[in-house]
Structures are given as C-alpha cells and as structure tokens.
C-alpha cells in the first residue's frame, strides 16, 4: 500500500501559477510513475502530467508550456508547477502512484481544488 498526501491547492487569478506537492509513504517500489490527474464539474478525469522514476515526462496538450512536472525521489516527492493558469483549469487535482506493476497497482491522493477567477 501506497499513501499519498497532496497540498498546494487554492484560489489564484487568471495568469497566476500554484504550486501542488505529493508525497507517498508505504510500499514505494525504486520503478514507478508519479503524477496529476484532474477532474472538473461534470467532466471526466484526466491526465495533467506525469513523470517516471528516471524522470521521463508526459503532458496533457492543455497544459503544455504552462504546467512543470517534477520530483524528488529521496523525499518520494512530485511537484507540479503550474504558470499561467486559466478558469479552464479550476478542478480537483489528484496525486497518483503507479508501481507499473502487473496487474497494474495506482494509488490515488484525496485531491486538491484548484480554482482559477477570472
């Protein structure tokens, strides 16, 4: 079992940047994938950013050249920085850990609101 505690989220304006932070304890294997997720009202979740434990990274195209993905391995530690943000981008943000194990094992952090005024 992985756990995971998520913090950063908040209330910024158009054009301002967040910066989320998750960190897993537990059974934390040296291979794995860390990363963001998010889901708005009404819509389905999806895939922010994520990032391997060699540090190969994957974007959504919304986010691209406005978020970074981010970690510390010896803190089991992701960030995601997130610049310019936009009234799109308000939703609940979730932490994920995948072992890339067979069969596939994620675990998933309590989630973080993310709110953007416009």
């Known amino acids: 079992q992985v756990q995971l505690v998520e913090s950063g989220g908040g209330l910024v304006q158009t054009g301002g940047s967040l910066r989320l932070s998750c960190t897993a304890s537990?059974?934390?294997?040296?291979?794995?994938?860390m990363g963001w997720y998010r889901q708005a009202p009404g819509k389905q979740r999806e895939l922010v950013a994520s990032?391997?434990?060699?540090?190969?990274?994957n974007y959504a195209d919304s986010v691209k050249g406005r978020f970074t993905v981010s970690r510390d391995n010896a803190k089991n530690t992701v960030y995601l920085q997130m610049n310019s943000l936009k009234p799109e981008d308000t939703a609940v943000y979730y932490c994920y850990f995948d072992r890339m194990s067979i069969p596939r094992d994620v675990s998933w952090g309590q989630g973080t609101q993310v709110t953007v005024s416009s």
């Open positions: 537990g059974s934390i294997f040296r291979i794995n994938t």
């Open positions: 990032i391997t434990s060699s540090s190969t990274v």
